[in-house]
C-alpha cells in the first residue's frame, strides 16, 4: 500500500530522480563493470602467456609426441605442413607478412572482438567471454598433459620466424622478443590456441556482424590463421583441428550450463534505463 492509498493521508507522488543523476549512476555502474571485464581479460592472457612461463617442457617426450602427429597425419594423407613450409619460407614476401601475423594478430583481432562485443552486443558478450576463457583453460591444460614439439623443431621443416627475424623483434624462439625465448615452453604446439581463438573471434564476427564484409571476414580470418600456423612451421594440420575442438567443446560446456542454469547468464547491461518524464510519478 503506497502513502497515496493510506486513509487520512494526503496524496503524494514520488518524484522522479533528475535525468542527471540517473545518467551519473549509470555510467560510474558501466565504469565498473568496464574495469571488471577489462581484468577478466588480463586474466586470461596472463593465463596464456604465463603458461608459457611455468609449464616446464619436456623436450624428448614432446619430439616422441611430434613425430606421432606427423605419422597420424600421413596415415590420415593430410600431412602438408612440410610442402607448405618449404614453399612459404622460400619466398620472403610471403614468409616475412605470414611471421608478422602470427606474432601479432592473435593479441590484437582477440582484444578487438572483445570490444566490439561488449559496446555493441552486451547481451551476447558474457556468454562469448567466458567461451573463450573456457577454450584457453582447456588449452593450458592440454599445454600441460601433452608437450608437442612444433614442425620447425624437426627435421625437414623450416623456422621461418627464425630465418627472417632480422624483420622482427622476435628472435629464434617463435615468436618470443629476443632475450626471452629461453624462459618460454616451445612445447605448446598441441592444440593451437592461435586457430582456437581465430576461430572464435569469426565465429563471434559471421554471428553478430551486421555488414556482409565483417561476415566475410570471420570465415577469412581464422582461415588465414591456420594457413599461417603451419606455413611458418610452428604448427600441424591435426593442432588446428585441436584448437577449433577446445572452442567447439568450449561453446557447448557454456551452454549447457547457461540452460542448467539460466539465472546465472545475466545479460551485461544493454543501454542506459529510459528516464521518467517530469509528469510521470513513481509506482
Known amino acids: 500500500m503506497s ?4 486513509p487520512g493521508c494526503p496524496e503524494t507522488s514520488v518524484p522522479p530522480p533528475p535525468p542527471g543523476r540517473v545518467r551519473s549512476a549509470w555510467a560510474a555502474l558501466a565504469r565498473r563493470r568496464g574495469l571488471r571485464e577489462l581484468l577478466l581479460i588480463a586474466v586470461i592472457y596472463s593465463l596464456y602467456d604465463g603458461s608459457r612461463f611455468i609449464v616446464e617442457g619436456r623436450q624428448s617426450t614432446a619430439l616422441e609426441h611430434a613425430i606421432h602427429v606427423l605419422r597420424i597425419e600421413t596415415l590420415l594423407d593430410i600431412d602438408w605442413e612440410r610442402s607448405l613450409n618449404m614453399f612459404v619460407s622460400a619466398h620472403e614476401v610471403l614468409a616475412v607478412p605470414m611471421d608478422y601475423m602470427y606474432a601479432t594478430l592473435h593479441y590484437l583481432v582477440t582484444p578487438i572482438v ?3 562485443m561488449w559496446r555493441s552486443h552486451r547481451d551476447a558478450y558474457p556468454r562469448a567471454r567466458t567461451t573463450l576463457a573456457v577454450a584457453t583453460v582447456l588449452g593450458l591444460v ?8 612444433p614442425p620447425r623443431m624437426l627435421p625437414g621443416f623450416v623456422d621461418t620466424m627464425a630465418q627472417y627475424s632480422g624483420f622482427g623483434w622476435w628472435g629464434a624462439d617463435a615468436s618470443a ?6 624462459f618460454t615452453n616451445e612445447f605448446a604446439a598441441m592444440p593451437s590456441l592461435h586457430v582456437g581463438w581465430a576461430l572464435w573471434c569469426g565465429w563471434q564476427m559471421v554471428r553478430h ?4 564484409v565483417t561476415r566475410i571476414a570471420g570465415v577469412a580470418y581464422p582461415a588465414l590463421i591456420t594457413i599461417v600456423v603451419v606455413a611458418t ?8 583441428v585441436a584448437g577449433a575442438a577446445v572452442v567447439f567443446f568450449a561453446m557447448i560446456a557454456v551452454g549447457a550450463t547457461v540452460r542448467l542454469w539460466p539465472h ?13 518524464s517530469e509528469g510521470e510519478s513513481g509506482a
Do not use: K
Request: proline share 13%; no cysteine.
Open 3 to 6: 502513502i497515496a492509498t493510506i
Open 114 to 116: 572483445l570490444i566490439w
Open 142 to 149: 592440454g599445454f600441460s598433459f601433452l608437450p608437442v614439439a
Open 177 to 182: 622478443p629476443r632475450g626471452v625465448g629461453s
Open 209 to 212: 556482424g551486421r555488414h556482409t
Open 233 to 240: 612451421g610452428n604448427h600441424y594440420l591435426l593442432d588446428a
Open 264 to 276: 546465472r547468464a545475466r545479460p551485461a547491461m544493454a543501454t542506459e534505463p529510459p528516464i521518467p
